[in-house]
């Protein structure tokens, strides 16, 4: 009876010890899936920044050392309004290392940084790695602020598939351009602000507020500084903060009801 005993109690520590690790792995892929989730605005506001800032400025760049080498623009006419398709074929990699494929489409007013101009963008088999983006981006440039910089009005519907699955946003931001009146891109630079929604592969809609201002470099992969709000209420979803302006693929996720902090790789989007 004692050996059954005993049998019985290791056991249950063994189950009790598996149920403990099960739950620690779930908690550990709910934060990675929220690290993708509450990263992904800031990322994918990025994807196309060059191709809607760079392309239709009156600059003469070389548009395949801005864009990558494979890119092929064409304009339906030398004027404004037109329309300017930049194919990237079968695929290249830019010189930060992302590989796009596909084309984007650019109905343009007239050049962004004039004053009222508008920008509509949309997709015709779209990658940029391994995530197809489908859907609308609009662009708007509303005037000056009182530093001097450009304000652009951008709401975007887009769809990201990939092997995950797929998910959606909307968002409806302001972008304050610094660097408009030059035509050099390595000194723009972007700050962000408003609100959106991600919705995630399993359905979950998951709103977020950018409380301060997301801090974008010309010169930098991913957000250097900046503070996101992403969840329903104060106890629920976390905080990201993306840094004091360095330029690293770090930024930091705390939780709201737990209050506990994590690191998150943007690189790979998920808990360091």
């Given at each position: 009876m004692k050996k059954?005993?005993?049998?019985?109690?290791?056991?249950?520590?063994?189950?009790?010890?598996?149920?403990?690790?099960?739950?620690?792995?779930?908690?550990?892929?709910?934060?990675?899936?929220?690290?993708?989730?509450?990263?992904?605005?800031?990322?994918?506001?990025?994807?196309?920044?060059?191709?809607?800032?760079?392309?239709?400025?009156?600059?003469?760049?070389?548009?395949?050392?801005?864009?990558?080498?494979?890119?092929?623009?064409?304009?339906?006419?030398?004027?404004?309004?037109?329309?300017?398709?930049?194919?990237?074929?079968?695929?290249?990699?830019?010189?930060?290392?992302?590989?796009?494929k596909g084309k984007v489409i650019i109905y343009m007013s007239n050049p962004l940084n004039t004053v009222g101009a508008v920008r509509q963008i949309s997709f015709d088999g779209f990658y940029v790695n391994s995530t197809q983006i489908t859907g609308t981006k609009n662009l708007e440039n509303t005037g000056l602020?009182?530093?001097?910089?450009?304000?652009?009005?951008?709401d975007a519907d887009l769809t990201f598939t990939n092997a995950n699955g797929t998910r959606t946003r909307t968002s409806d931001h302001e972008r304050e351009w610094i660097g408009h009146a030059t035509c050099e891109p390595e000194d723009d630079e972007f700050f962000i602000t408003g609100s959106g929604s991600v919705t995630r592969y399993n359905g979950t809609v998951r709103p977020y507020s950018i409380t301060t201002a997301v801090h974008i470099k010309h010169s930098c992969r991913y957000p250097v500084a900046g503070e996101v709000d992403f969840g329903t209420s104060s106890n629920r979803g976390c905080i990201i903060n993306y840094g004091a302006g360095e330029c690293d693929e770090f930024v930091q996720l705390t939780t709201k009801r737990r209050n506990k902090v994590f690191t998150i790789n943007l690189a790979t989007r998920t808990i360091e």
């Open positions: 059954t005993v005993k049998y019985l109690a290791i056991a249950l520590i063994g189950i009790a010890l598996f149920s403990t690790s099960c739950k620690k792995k779930e908690e550990q892929e709910e934060y990675n899936q929220v690290a993708l989730d509450a990263t992904s605005s800031e990322d994918d506001e990025l994807m196309t920044k060059d191709e809607e800032i760079l392309v239709g400025l009156p600059c003469g760049y070389d548009l395949t050392q801005l864009l990558a080498p494979c890119a092929v623009v064409t304009e339906t006419s030398s004027t404004f309004p037109k329309t300017i398709t930049i194919d990237y074929g079968a695929g290249c990699t830019n010189s930060n290392g992302v590989t796009k602020n009182g530093s001097g910089n450009a304000l652009i009005a951008v």
